[in-house]
C-alpha cells in the first residue's frame, strides 16, 4: 500500500498513526533478519526521539515546563486509550517506559553526580534499585502463564460443550443443568477452543487465554496473571522507591536551601542555569510517572488484599454486579475473601504453571 494513499484514506481514522508506523516500517525493510522473527517496530522511536527534545524544551522556561508537562500525559493517555480500544499491541509504551528511565539516569549521571552533592554509596544504591527493578521486570515479561491446550477438558469442542453437564452427571448434584451450561459456556473460549480455569481470562490484546489473570498492562506490553503477578508487584516497588529515592537525592543538589517537599514547589533560582532547570523538569516529569505507578500499586495492594483481581473488578463494574467504595479505591465483587492475610499468603504462595520459567529469549523482552 502506497504511503500517501494511506493517508488520503486513513486521514480520519483514529488508528492512523498506528498504521502509518506499520507501513513505514514495512517500506523501510526494518525486519531484523539474524533474530529470526523479531521485528523492529517503529513505535519505539518516538519516545526515544521526542522525550529528550520536550524535556529540553521544557526547560527553558518554567512557563514552557508546566504547558509540556501537562500535554505529554495528556498526550501518552490518548495514544493508550486509542491502541487499548483497537486492542492493538504496541512497544510504544515500554519503549517510553524505559527510555524515560535510561534518560533520567543518564542525566543525574551527568548533571547531579559532578556537582559533588551525592556521595558514591547513594550513587550505588541508586544503580542497585535500577537494575534490581529491570531484573525484575524481565522476570515479569517471562510470561502470565497461559492455560494450556491439554486441559483435561479441552477433547470439548465449541459443538457439544452444551452437553458437558450430561456427560459429568456427578456434578450436577443440587445445581440444575442449565446453570452448568450458563458455567460452562462463561468459562468456554471460543478464540483459543479451551476450557478455563476458574479465574483465567482471555486477553484481547495478545490473543490467549491467561492463568488467573489480572489485566494486560501496555507498560510492559505484556498480560498480567498467575505466574508473573509477584514479579510486576516487585517491579513496581522498585521502580518507586528508586525513583523516590533518585527525586529526593537530585532536589537536595538543585535546591539546598529547601525541604525536599518545599523544593518540589518553590525553588527559587532553579531556572538561571539551563543545567539546574533541566534537572528539575524532570524531578517534575518522574513525579507524574511516579504518582500514576504509586496509584496502580495502591489499587493493585487493595485488590490483592480482597482477593480480587482486576479483571474480575473490571468486570463486576461492566455487569453491574460492582459496589464502588472509597473514591472507586475498592470495588467490591462476588468474589470471595478469605482474609487479609489469608488472601496474600494465597498470593504468595500461588502455584506457578509447569513450564512457566522457560529460558528467556529475545521476543519475551520485548
Ligand atoms: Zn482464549
Ligand atoms: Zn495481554
Known amino acids: 500500500m502506497n504511503i500517501i494513499e494511506l493517508i488520503q484514506r486513513d486521514s480520519k481514522n483514529e488508528d ?35 522525550l529528550p527534545v520536550l524535556l529540553q524544551v521544557a526547560a527553558l522556561h518554567c512557563v514552557l515546563g508546566v504547558v509540556v508537562l501537562t500535554a505529554l500525559p495528556g498526550l501518552v493517555l490518548w495514544y493508550y486509550y486509542m491502541t487499548h480500544r483497537k486492542k492493538r499491541r504496541t512497544l510504544f509504551f515500554l519503549s517510553l517506559a524505559l527510555f524515560s528511565l535510561a ?111 489480572d489485566h494486560h498492562c501496555v507498560w510492559i506490553n505484556c498480560c498480567v496473571g498467575q505466574d508473573n503477578h509477584r514479579h510486576f508487584l516487585l517491579t513496581l516497588l522498585l521502580f518507586l522507591l528508586t525513583s523516590l529515592y533518585g527525586i529526593s537525592m537530585v532536589l537536595r543538589s538543585v535546591c539546598p536551601r529547601q525541604s525536599v517537599f518545599t523544593a518540589l514547589l518553590y525553588c527559587p533560582g532553579v531556572y538561571n ?42 468486570l463486576a463494574l461492566r455487569n453491574g454486579t460492582g459496589r464502588r467504595r472509597f473514591c472507586g479505591l475498592l470495588v467490591e465483587t462476588s468474589t470471595p475473601s478469605h482474609g487479609f492475610m489469608h488472601n496474600w499468603t494465597h498470593f504468595l504462595t500461588m502455584h506457578t504453571a509447569e513450564g512457566a520459567q522457560a529460558p528467556l529469549t529475545l521476543t519475551d523482552v520485548v
Open 16 to 50: 492512523f498513526l498506528s498504521r502509518l508506523l506499520s507501513v513505514l516500517s514495512e517500506r523501510l525493510g526494518l525486519q531484523c533478519s539474524p533474530l529470526g522473527s523479531v521485528r523492529i517496530e517503529l513505535s519505539i522511536l518516538p519516545p526515544m526521539l521526542l
Open 103 to 213: 534518560y533520567m539516569y543518564y542525566l543525574f549521571i551527568t548533571e547531579i553526580v559532578p556537582r559533588g552533592d551525592v556521595s558514591y554509596q547513594q550513587v550505588v544504591t541508586a544503580t542497585t534499585g535500577m537494575i534490581l527493578m529491570l531484573i525484575s521486570l524481565v522476570r515479569t515479561k517471562q510470561g502470565p502463564g497461559y492455560v494450556q491446550a491439554d486441559n483435561r477438558h479441552n477433547n470439548i469442542t465449541s459443538t457439544n460443550q452444551s452437553k458437558l453437564c450430561n456427560q459429568d452427571s456427578a456434578c450436577c448434584n443440587g445445581v440444575s443443568q442449565s446453570d452448568h451450561a450458563v458455567e460452562n459456556k462463561r468459562k468456554w473460549c471460543s478464540i483459543c477452543r479451551l476450557v478455563r480455569p476458574s479465574r483465567a481470562g482471555h486477553c484481547r490484546i495478545c490473543g490467549v487465554c491467561v492463568l488467573r489473570m
Open 273 to 314: 542555569q539551563y543545567s539546574t532547570a533541566l534537572c528539575f523538569t524532570c524531578v517534575w516529569y518522574s513525579c507524574i510517572i511516579t504518582g500514576g505507578l504509586l496509584h496502580l500499586l495502591i489499587l493493585q495492594i487493595i485488590n490483592i488484599s480482597c482477593n480480587v483481581t482486576e479483571r474480575e473488578v473490571q
